[in-house]
């Protein structure tokens, strides 16, 4: 699938990953960090409805709020441009801190969006970090069962999978990957 350019009103699955195989993050400081510039650059613009921080790449599905003006390009620019600096800064390094620019694809139906939401909830435990995706910090799974308030549109994700009592079940539910292959992370 070809990668556009971001337009209100869409859905995408943004990600990217460390550079040369690097840890990006090598902390909970450090995703802290990240997600602290995520909400004063990204959630401006958009809706949050998943995403991870792992070692060494990360996911986020949003969707480009209607009243997003300007370039759409320029706030994911900053964030990676923020963090970089201060992940060279901290770690006393130079360089080029993602691979990429900024990774994404649109997703254009229902039926993807929520098998993204329960891969990208998921990707914890897929990759071996976690034995439930609740025991993982840096995801948005506690984030969208949770009461209190959080940076996730937790109440349109629950109105996507149905009734709160069966929002864990339904974000733990085996992922069809087929049917996201073409939205999943690529090298």
Not at 87 to 115: A, D, M, P, Q
Request: hydrophobic content about 35%.
């Amino acid at each position: 699938m070809k990668t556009t350019l971001m337009e209100p009103g869409k859905y995408y699955h943004v990600y990217n990953r460390a550079n040369n195989g690097d840890p990006l993050f090598e902390s909970e400081e450090a995703c802290r960090f990240f997600l602290k510039l995520y909400q004063a650059h990204i959630c401006p613009i958009a809706e949050t409805y998943a995403y991870c921080l792992l070692s060494d790449h990360l996911h986020f599905l949003i969707r480009i709020r209607e009243d997003a003006g300007g370039s759409l390009y320029k706030p994911f620019a900053l964030l990676f441009n923020s963090y970089s600096k201060g992940y060279n800064k901290h770690n006393e390094k130079v360089g080029k801190v993602f691979k990429f620019k900024l990774k994404r694809k649109e997703i254009r139906s229902t039926t993807c969006f929520l098998e993204m939401i329960r891969y990208v909830n998921q990707n914890p435990w897929r990759h071996g970090i976690a034995e439930h995706p609740a025991n993982y910090r840096f995801s948005s799974y506690r984030a969208t069962i949770t009461s209190g308030p959080t940076m996730v549109a937790k109440e349109q994700v629950q109105e996507y999978f149905g009734s709160h009592d069966n929002l864990e079940a339904n974000l733990l539910s085996q992922v069809d990957e087929s049917t996201i292959r073409t939205l999943m992370l690529e090298d």
